[in-house]
């Protein structure tokens, strides 16, 4: 980026979505690294969803409420995101998948990249079908992201790999930012 756009670019808003809410969770440890590792860009301006913070209903309501609004309110804002997910029986957790289907217009259009974590490997299964639902969410899904091992006891040794999909999350987070002020998107058949 030259000089003059950057001074004139606001950071881009990046939610960091912490999709694990298990007792004893090592999603925290993850968020912790990665947020660490992010915090430091003046590029990107960084919040955290946690998912532990929010209080959903056991049962999709049939009206919405006060934290389900909260939820959908801060993917509205964002113009990125960060799912960091690990692996549960070669897929995502629950948790994350009642989270994500609690928004859906704010989500359309953006650009979302994964830290995956699990086992032997590393989460990657848990990515492919995240990829899925989020094609159907018409969201740019990034192809680099961060895949750890949490057996292998240097996983935190991933910062560069972290910082490339940041930028490449930058990159797309402009782009798409600047496409959607420019012209609405064509969601339906007209
Ligand atoms: C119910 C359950 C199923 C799991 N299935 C897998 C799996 O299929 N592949 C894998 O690599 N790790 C698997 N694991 C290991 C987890 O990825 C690992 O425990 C990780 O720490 C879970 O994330 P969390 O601690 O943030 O909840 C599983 C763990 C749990 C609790």
Request: charged share 25%; no cysteine.
């Given at each position: 980026m030259r000089e003059s756009d950057e001074r004139e670019t606001p950071p881009l808003s990046v939610a960091v979505i912490i999709g694990s809410t298990r007792e004893g969770r090592a999603g925290e440890r993850v968020g912790h690294w990665f947020t660490e590792r992010a915090g430091g860009r003046t590029d990107l301006e960084l919040s955290i969803i946690d998912l532990i913070d929010f209080d959903f209903p056991a049962h999709y309501?049939?009206?919405?409420?006060?934290?389900?609004?909260?939820f959908t309110e801060r993917v509205d804002r964002a113009d990125a995101f960060v799912v960091i997910t690990p692996e549960y029986n070669r897929s995502f957790p629950a948790s994350l998948k009642q989270a994500i289907d609690?928004?859906?217009?704010?989500?359309?259009?953006?650009?979302?990249?994964?830290?995956?974590?699990g086992h032997s490997s590393s989460g990657l299964y848990a990515v492919e079908h995240l990829r899925s639902v989020f094609t159907e969410l018409q969201t740019v899904t990034l192809r680099n992201g961060v895949a750890i091992n949490l057996m292998d006891e240097r996983w935190e040794d991933k910062g560069r790999a972290a910082d490339l999909m940041l930028d490449q999350l930058g990159w797309w987070g402009l782009a798409l930012r600047e496409a959607r002020a420019r012209r609405p998107y064509v969601s339906s058949v007209s």
């Open positions: 309501p049939a009206g919405t409420t006060e934290q389900i609004r909260d609690f928004a859906y217009d704010e989500w359309q259009t953006k650009p979302v990249a994964f830290v995956s974590y």
